[in-house]
């Protein structure tokens, strides 16, 4: 008998969204407390041959996740914490959907990387050189991206962390 795997039980219920939303909300959050969930929208949102739609729902949804799991002192804190290990992961896989030829993958991954950087900031060193590096590629995607997840990433971090992050890339820039 063959299961389907976690990530083909996620694009399936998000395919049937439109259809019974309650039913997949139910679905998704039994989901939801296995290990590796996140990473697994992660690679929905990450696979070119799904629809944008379903990337960018995936991507919606991890964003939720992140935020009722990834700290204990998230507000919307619920039950568990993602272990580091799926933290590293998903930080590491996350940057390169700024620059998704859709808008709406870059503007929902801009939005989940900002969720991220909330809480992981000090932890994410590479965040920033790597903004910036998609602001100077001459992509217009990724800069579009990276733009408008700085936007985000001013309005949650305190001055001194942007003072202190910003100079250091902008140094780097221009040596």
Same mark, same amino acid.
């Given at each position: 008998?063959?299961?389907?795997?976690?990530?083909?039980q996620?694009?399936?219920?998000?395919?049937?969204?439109?259809?019974s939303?309650?039913?997949?909300?139910?679905?998704?959050?039994?989901?939801?407390?296995?290990?590796?969930?996140?990473? &697994? !929208?992660?690679?929905?949102?990450?696979? $070119?041959?799904?629809?944008?739609?379903?990337?960018q729902?995936?991507?919606?949804i991890l964003?939720? @996740?992140?935020?009722?799991?990834?700290?204990? !002192? &998230? @507000?919307?804190?619920?039950d568990?914490?993602?272990?580091?290990?799926?933290?590293?992961?998903?930080?590491?896989?996350?940057? $390169?959907?700024?620059?998704? $030829?859709?808008?709406?993958?870059r503007?929902?991954?801009?939005?989940?990387?900002?969720?991220i950087a909330?809480?992981?900031?000090?932890?994410? $060193?590479?965040?920033?050189?790597?903004?910036?590096? /998609?602001?100077?590629?001459?992509?217009?995607?990724?800069?579009?991206?990276?733009?408008? /997840?700085?936007?985000?990433?001013?309005?949650?971090?305190?001055?001194q962390?942007i003072?202190?992050s910003?100079?250091?890339?902008?140094?780097?820039? !221009?040596?």
């Amino acid at each position: 008998f063959h299961y389907p795997t976690m990530q083909q039980q996620i694009v399936q219920a998000l395919s049937q969204m439109g259809v019974s939303p309650k039913a997949v909300t139910e679905q998704l959050d039994r989901l939801s407390i296995q290990p590796g969930y996140g990473l &697994s !929208l992660l690679r929905i949102a990450l696979e $070119p041959s799904q629809l944008a739609d379903i990337r960018q729902l995936a991507i919606l949804i991890l964003k939720q @996740h992140v935020r009722a799991h990834w700290s204990q !002192l &998230s @507000h919307a804190y619920k039950d568990f914490q993602i272990t580091p290990e799926e933290k590293t992961a998903i930080r590491e896989a996350i940057l $390169p959907l700024l620059g998704a $030829p859709e808008s709406k993958i870059r503007t929902a991954a801009s939005m989940a990387v900002a969720s991220i950087a909330q809480w992981d900031y000090e932890d994410w $060193p590479q965040l920033i050189q790597t903004l910036f590096a /998609c602001m100077g590629s001459g992509d217009l995607n990724a800069v579009h991206g990276a733009v408008r /997840c700085l936007d985000l990433l001013i309005d949650s971090l305190s001055q001194q962390q942007i003072s202190e992050s910003f100079f250091a890339a902008l140094l780097a820039i !221009l040596r």
